[in-house]
């Protein structure tokens, strides 16, 4: 790991400059959480409306206690899962000192523990939390390497912390512990997970009517081609995607997992979907994916990316 990366790195936050980090999700587009100067370049360079509020990451518990009210169904979580592919909407302090752009003035904040040792030791190096939405352009796939966060934002930031490809490859799961528990966004952690451990049947609300949040816009995580679910047969000049893979040694065929193992398919799915949009492929056809599981966080993104 490379120490001098990452004080470089803190002193571009400190100037209220914006880098890109790693996570065990996807990379994210960092900046003082603080700093309404910091918090603003985030949108301007995702060019994302103001209204969509970013995830403000945390390395302690302490720093946590300044910004938000914490309640009993958080700690149960956070001792089970964090750090980790998690993401709590907590109510936020008045006299919290995150910037109000972080959230649009709302009463609520969202906020996560991230697993990647880099992006841990970056923050132990900084007096503030940081706010990091995914690393890519407003509704564009999420970036799972150092080279898919230059393919969205080139020169336009100073620094992309490069911590190697993300182990999970899907964002965090968002539930919202403010009064019963939600589940906001399906992600990397399996919501049956966090069930369990609150010992409640949990209800999903992906899509608000009112306040609509980025991950839950129905254009959002789009390779920015048309994508067909559950396909069967194959059009021409289609890219073709399976979950494990088939004797199939068609130029357009592609698949996420050798053998179909879950958690490779969440790790590849992102990248695979960069790849064929790369090679210029007009439109993608993808298997059907069983509604379980990481299976369900998948067809979502699925879904959002196959509207137009
Ligand atoms: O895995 C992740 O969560 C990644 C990495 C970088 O940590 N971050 C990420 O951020 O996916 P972003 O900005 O792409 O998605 C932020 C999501 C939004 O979709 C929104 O639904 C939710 O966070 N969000 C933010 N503030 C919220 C709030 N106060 N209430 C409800 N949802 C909120
Ligand atoms: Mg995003």
Request: with cysteine; glycine share 4%.
């Amino acid at each position: 790991m490379n120490q001098s990366n990452i004080k470089k790195a803190s002193k571009y936050l400190d100037k209220n400059m914006c880098v890109a980090i790693p996570t065990e999700t996807v990379y994210g587009l960092a900046g003082n959480a603080y700093s309404d100067i910091a918090v603003k370049k985030i949108y301007k360079l995702k060019k994302r409306p103001l209204t969509n509020s970013l995830i403000v990451h945390y390395s302690n518990l302490d720093l946590l206690k300044n910004d938000c009210i914490l309640n009993n169904n958080f700690y149960l979580l956070y001792k089970k899962f964090c750090p980790g592919p998690i993401t709590f909407v907590l109510k936020i302090k008045k006299n919290s000192k995150i910037s109000k752009h972080v959230n649009n003035k709302n009463k609520t904040l969202a906020v996560r523990f991230p697993k990647h040792k880099i992006t841990q030791k970056l923050m132990n190096k900084l007096s503030y939390p940081i706010a990091a939405p995914s690393a890519n352009i407003f509704s564009n796939l999420s970036p799972v390497s150092a080279s898919d966060v230059k393919e969205e934002f080139g020169k336009k930031i100073p620094m992309i912390l490069d911590g190697g490809i993300c182990k999970i490859g899907l964002e965090s799961t968002i539930i919202s512990l403010v009064n019963k528990p939600v589940i906001l966004r399906l992600g990397g952690l399996d919501k049956n997970k966090i069930s369990k451990i609150l010992k409640k049947n949990l209800k999903i609300k992906l899509y608000s009517k009112k306040n609509i949040l980025p991950g839950q816009s129905k254009l959002h995580y789009s390779p920015g081609i048309p994508v067909r679910m559950n396909a069967k047969k194959i059009k021409k000049d289609e890219a073709f995607i399976t979950l494990k893979k088939y004797k199939n040694s068609d130029k357009n065929y592609f698949y996420l997992s050798k053998k179909g193992k879950k958690n490779e398919i969440a790790k590849n799915f992102y990248s695979t979907l960069r790849k064929i949009k790369n090679k210029g492929y007009k439109s993608i056809a993808i298997e059907n994916i069983n509604n379980k599981g990481i299976g369900l966080a998948l067809n979502d993104r699925l879904k959002r990316a196959s509207k137009k």
